[in-house]
């Protein structure tokens, strides 16, 4: 079975803190990607980044950077200097192996930046 | 290029009404995607489609609800005599042909249905 759980609900920070949001999840496959979406409060999903399980290296855009960690099935996501227009839910979700049409979606992570 | 695009952004309907939900996929896709998210939940799989197929529809209410993806023209979802828990945000995704890209999803901005 495919699981993500976003443990945190809800976060709340103000403007140039930085803040992780964690995910964690489970699956049996040995082949699967990991993502990250934002959702601000507009609606839309945008997509921020795509992982496969073979590439552990992690990466940094901008003041958004993502720490991949097999041995404990985590993909967290850290944002520095937060900014008001990070407010929003961000959601995680794992997909299986090439045919697996099921991607799983965290429950996501409220995430409120005040001036 | 534009992105997927999801029409209308709101529908109101009331019980027993039906609702119709499009989604036109980015330019040169042909896998769409739907998704539902409940108020205050994560989105939930609903059917995957290519160009006059189902895939897999494991996540489909098995009544009810119906997906088709026509050779031309948009994804339909389709909700036939709604009932109030059938009120969600709806979420269309399409991803490319290209193998190398195949898990990539990008996500239209949601037909959220209210039903009275």
């Known amino acids: 079975a495919q699981k993500v759980t976003q443990a945190q609900t809800e976060i709340s920070v103000v403007e140039k803190e930085d803040v992780t949001l964690d995910c964690v999840y489970e699956t049996r496959d040995t082949t699967y990607y990991l993502f990250w979406y934002k959702q601000p409060p507009s609606g839309e999903l945008v997509f921020l980044i795509r992982?496969?399980?073979?590439?552990?290296q992690n990466e940094i855009s901008g003041r958004y950077s993502w720490n991949f960690q097999k041995s404990t099935s985590s993909f967290n996501f850290t944002i520095t200097a937060s900014q008001v227009v990070d407010s929003a839910v961000y959601f995680c979700a794992l997909r299986g192996q090439l045919g697996d049409n099921d991607m799983r979606f965290g429950a996501g992570t409220r995430l409120t930046v005040k001036p | 290029n534009a992105g997927v695009m999801q029409n209308p952004r709101h529908l109101v309907r009331r019980r027993g009404q039906e609702a119709r939900l499009r989604c036109s996929p980015m330019?040169?896709?042909?896998?769409v995607y739907w998704y539902r998210q409940l108020p205050e939940e994560g989105l939930k799989f609903m059917v995957y489609l290519q160009k006059e197929n189902i895939i897999d529809e494991s996540g489909m209410p098995k009544e009810r609800f119906s997906a088709e993806f026509p050779k031309e023209g948009p994804s339909i979802l389709r909700i036939q005599q709604v009932v109030r828990g059938d009120s969600a945000a709806y979420f269309c995704?399409?991803?490319?042909?290209?193998?190398?890209?195949?898990?990539?999803?990008?996500f239209g901005a949601g037909t959220r249905l209210s039903v009275l």
């Open positions: 330019k040169g896709h042909s896998h």
């Open positions: 992982r496969n399980s073979f590439d552990e």
């Open positions: 995704a399409s991803s490319p042909e290209r193998e190398g890209l195949l898990n990539i999803q990008y």
